[in-house]
């Protein structure tokens, strides 16, 4: 069984222009499909379920509803899992989430501390992170950099997550992107604190990067916390998990290769067990 634990979905007119501009500037073009269902459900055939997150990001001009969402995953209910999205700043932020819960049937959280404008260990964060653990729900956090201009990169470093974990022992909760380009700090965090978690998605373009990180995992004995996930439609699975297994070609190092077991353990990672999420 394959779980694909980090993919979006949007129309385009959930996108700012200026966010748009931003994309086209970082990728060369509109990096998003035109038909973003249709082409979501296409790509999910490579993988067995997968996690599907909103986006509540108005800082950065990037709001994807939650009934959006919600609206689309009732479509493959075998397979497809939910995860809200809620901008802590809002006054009704807590209410937001516990709405998703009970009457849109979501089952997790996304939050972007960089795209929402916050600082992860603010008051508001907490109770945010504290009302997620209370419900019981996993929680995806980027952390890491990327091409959005106002995204303070302060928000951004991995190790701010040690200060939610301490707050919040019971939460689970995954760093994106292993953290990139402070891959090193999120295996620091992940090692130690029991419920944190790191996905392995977006870094197929940067194998030097993505071979260094799982390096250190192994250095620091998490490869067991490494979770698998595309970021789709940046990337799809199968493109992911070619990356993965062809990351010590890729790199062409004398250094130690990565082995096939810590590859395929990644891929094959029972991530809605991990989470909580088993049906
Ligand atoms: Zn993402």
Redesign the pocket.
């Known amino acids: 069984m394959i779980v694909d634990a ?1 993919t ?1 979905v949007g129309s385009r007119d959930h996108f700012s222009p200026r966010f748009v501009a931003e994309m086209v500037r970082a990728w060369g073009e509109m990096n998003w499909p035109q038909d973003d269902l249709a082409a979501h459900r296409e790509a999910m055939r490579q993988v067995d379920r997968a996690i599907v ?1 909103a986006m509540d990001a108005p800082a950065v001009g990037m709001v994807v509803p939650d009934r959006y969402v919600s609206e689309y995953v009732a479509s493959q209910p075998g397979k497809l899992i939910g995860f809200a999205s809620v901008d802590p700043n809002r006054p009704d932020a807590l209410e937001r989430l516990t709405f998703a819960v009970s009457e849109l049937g979501l089952r997790g959280l996304k939050v972007g501390p960089i795209y929402q404008h916050f600082d992860p260990t603010s008051p508001q964060a907490i109770a945010l992170f504290r009302h997620a653990e209370k419900l019981g729900l996993p929680v995806l956090c ?1 952390q890491g950099t990327t091409f959005v201009s106002d995204a303070p990169l302060r928000w951004a470093r991995p190790f701010l997550i040690d200060d939610v974990a301490r707050a919040c022992p019971d939460l689970r909760l995954f760093i ?1 992107h292993l953290g990139h380009p402070w891959c090193e700090e999120t295996m620091a965090v992940i090692r130690k604190h029991p419920n944190l978690y790191a996905d392995v ?2 870094l197929h373009t940067r194998p030097v990067q993505l071979y260094m990180a799982l390096r250190s995992a192994i250095e620091y004995r998490v490869t067991g916390k490494l979770l698998f996930g595309s ?1 789709f439609p ?1 990337a799809t699975p199968s493109g992911t998990a070619d990356a993965l297994r062809t990351v010590n070609d890729s790199v062409g190092t004398d250094w130690p290769p990565i082995p096939q077991e810590v590859i395929e353990g990644i891929i094959r990672r029972p991530a809605l067990q991990v989470l909580g999420l088993e049906d």
């Open positions: 980090h979006h997150v980027h994106a998605s977006a970021d940046f």
